[in-house]
């Protein structure tokens, strides 16, 4: 079992630049939830996807997009990037929309010179 | 909002020290508790968790104990090892109707010395 897969696992881009980051969730699993951890920090929740549609929005502004594919693989998307968006960003995936399967991947980490 | 407070770290240990890492939590409903543990260059693992008030939660040696009435889930481990060595995170959350994400406080750094 894979487990959840985040890719890439290291990112340096550009203020103003996009990104994106992708994961996969663990097998069985059909939710996801992303999750920004700034250094030093807890993690604080983002968004989470449910058969393809946005289902719960955490306190992030609108540059903050994702999307959940019929393969239950989804992306995070990020515009507009600025220097305080640098963080590890983690995904979690569980079976259905309960926090108590969680299970979470290794992360991102976005670095925003 | 829910919110989570705990200890600050770092704290630091000798090896089969006793390990205690305060957490209290703010909640509207009735949440369900937990603590991840984070180690080096990894993401967060399940340690333990604690759905209901009095629920005790165990593994690896580590205990917590769902306290509603002082709305506590302190973390604790009798004897630690050097592979304990990590950041830990206690976390709650209010279940379906609030979507079942996850609140975090700021994280425990723990190093054990040999």
């Known amino acids: 079992d894979a487990g959840v897969t985040q890719s890439p696992t290291h990112l340096i881009k550009t203020r103003g630049q996009q990104v994106t980051l992708r994961c996969s969730p663990k097998s069985g699993h059909d939710t996801v939830s992303w999750y920004q951890q700034a250094l030093g920090q807890g993690p604080q929740f983002i968004f989470q996807?449910?058969?393809?549609?946005?289902?719960q929005r955490g306190n992030f502004p609108d540059r903050f997009s994702g999307h959940q594919f019929p393969n239950y693989s989804s992306e995070l998307n990020v515009n507009a990037l600025l220097l305080g968006d640098s963080a590890l960003y983690l995904c979690?995936?569980?079976?259905?929309?309960?926090?108590?399967?969680?299970?979470f991947g290794s992360g991102t980490r976005l670095t925003v010179v | 909002g829910n919110s989570v407070t705990q200890m600050e770290g770092p704290v630091t240990l000798s090896e089969e020290a006793f390990l205690t890492i305060n957490c209290t939590y703010t909640a509207t409903g009735y949440p369900s508790l937990f603590w991840y543990v984070q180690y080096p260059g990894e993401g967060l693992q399940l340690l333990l968790k604690?759905?209901?008030?009095?629920d005790k939660g165990s593994n690896k040696g580590f205990e917590a104990t769902y306290r509603k009435e002082t709305t506590s889930f302190h973390l604790e481990k009798g004897s630690v090892q050097v592979s304990d060595s990590a950041v830990y995170f206690c976390a709650l959350s209010e279940g379906r109707a609030a979507g079942n994400k996850l609140t975090f406080g700021g994280g425990t750094r723990v190093l054990v010395k040999p």
């Open positions: 996807y449910y058969e393809e549609e946005e289902r």
């Open positions: 604690a759905t209901k008030a009095d």
């Open positions: 979690a995936s569980s079976p259905g929309t309960t926090a108590e399967g969680y299970t």
